[in-house]
């Protein structure tokens, strides 16, 4: 495929082909200045892998529809020349490759028989070739390990974050949607996503992955002490009013049968051995009075979980420093596991940030600082980790 240098326009004819609008002044100049990526090839990626794009196929594969004008849109596509030139570069823009003699020939006729280009451009872009070949692309599915940037690139993960009514803005990047996404993450692929499912959440306050998860299982509890200093923080995660008003911190709507309330120590689960499939923690058992009281709930999360069900953990891992209240060294962290008495369903990548290079976020100086996965207080470096155990099957 020639990839010579670009010119006005062939990124204008990209930018109507993949995203359905011309570029902006500031693209435009930034496209051709050459100081981004200066051949063709890298300005289709760079619109395909866009949020934007991304957006658009959702919303075509939904049917919804995103232009304000399709009179105009139409018009600015069938202004590209004639329909072979048309396709051969709707391919090239979206496929990465020419037409084969039979996609040719069929696009050919249907647009003669007066098809509109607008639906041949959204058919590419949906098509299973092209889901095929963003699927071979390489991604992070790991799912035991510290808060992991690259789950930023994995669109399985991001669809998940986005429905929680989250950004999937690289630069915002932060450890506190990754915990929640994350979470809903491995219970997916452990297959713990049913609507048979129940599912306990343990200083919960009043975290939008509940609700979220109103909406996709049977029965979530969140427990919580809704009491002492959490009300009085800044973000009031404890705040009781959430036990008498639920609505009150719904980020959505969502099935309201589905989700209920308690005032409940973590340490002590006011439940019978065997009723969830799922029992998760998420920034919470760090605060439940030091190591010991972490291990009470461990054992205490365990408990309720029926056999072949999902333990769910995110607390904090120190990568280095002296120890800091409320945060756990690595040997506690696998002490932690071991008091459960579960299996890990796969190793811990405690390595994640021997491959990246990052800045902590001091959390006294700066603490909304974005990007957020390394933070350091006193001199102490520390991020999230998660964890998923399985408690073993029934024995038949
Ligand atoms: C940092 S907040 C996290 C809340 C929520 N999981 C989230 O991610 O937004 C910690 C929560 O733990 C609760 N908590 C503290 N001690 C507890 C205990 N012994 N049992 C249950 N919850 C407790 C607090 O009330 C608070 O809501």
């Known amino acids: 495929m020639d990839t010579a240098g670009r010119d006005h326009s062939f990124i ?13 002044a500031l693209e435009l100049r930034d496209q051709t200045a050459g100081s981004l990526n200066s051949d063709q090839p890298s300005l289709r990626y760079g619109l395909l892998d866009s949020d934007e794009f991304r957006r658009l196929r959702a919303a075509w594969r939904d049917g919804i529809r995103t232009e304000s004008d399709s009179h105009a849109l139409e018009a600015a596509l069938v202004a590209l020349g004639s329909d072979e030139y048309f396709v051969k570069r709707a391919y090239e823009s979206i496929l990465a490759r020419w037409p084969d003699e039979s996609g040719g020939r069929h696009y050919a006729s249907v647009l003669a028989a007066g098809e509109r280009r607008t639906n041949v ?13 963003r699927l071979a692309v390489p991604c992070d599915v790991q799912l035991c390990e510290l ?22 803005d690289r630069l915002l990047m932060h450890r506190k949607p990754y915990e929640f996404t994350q979470m809903l993450y491995g219970c ?25 998860l109103a909406n996709h299982v049977g029965r979530v509890v969140a427990t919580d002490m809704y009491e002492g200093t959490w009300q009085g923080e800044l973000a009031k995660e404890g ?6 008003d639920p609505d009150k911190y719904a980020p959505f709507p969502y099935r309201r049968d589905h989700l209920e309330f308690m005032k409940m120590d ?27 009281g972490a291990c009470r709930t461990m054992r205490e999360m365990a408990r309720v979980l029926k056999p072949g069900g999902v333990l769910a953990l995110a607390t904090e891992y ?23 008495g579960l299996e890990l369903v796969e190793p811990i990548d405690e390595h994640v940030y021997r491959r990246y290079q990052t800045r902590p976020v001091n959390v006294r100086l700066t603490p909304y600082l974005s990007p957020h996965m390394l933070v350091e207080m006193d001199g102490t470096v520390f991020t999230s980790v998660m964890v998923f155990l399985r408690k073993p099957a029934a024995r038949t």
């Open 121 to 133: 451009v959204r058919a590419l872009a949906t098509s299973g070739e092209f889901d095929e070949k």
């Open 147 to 168: 808060a992991n940037p690259a789950k930023w690139q994995n669109d399985e993960w991001l669809d998940l974050l986005r429905s929680l009514g989250l950004s999937a």
């Open 239 to 244: 705040d009781p009013v959430v036990l008498d």
């Open 12 to 24: 204008s004819e990209t930018y109507w082909l993949v995203l359905n609008r011309a570029p902006s």
């Open 266 to 292: 973590g340490r002590q689960l006011d439940f019978p051995d065997g009723t969830f499939d799922v029992s998760y923690s998420l920034s919470s058992i760090e605060h439940f009075g030091g190591f010991e």
């Open 318 to 340: 120190v990568l280095s420093g002296p120890p800091h209240e409320e945060t756990f060294q690595p040997d506690e962290i696998h002490a932690l596991v071991r008091e459960s």
């Open 188 to 212: 997916k692929r452990l297959g713990m996503l049913r609507e048979d499912a129940s599912f306990i959440s343990i200083g919960a306050g009043h975290e939008q992955v509940l609700y979220w």
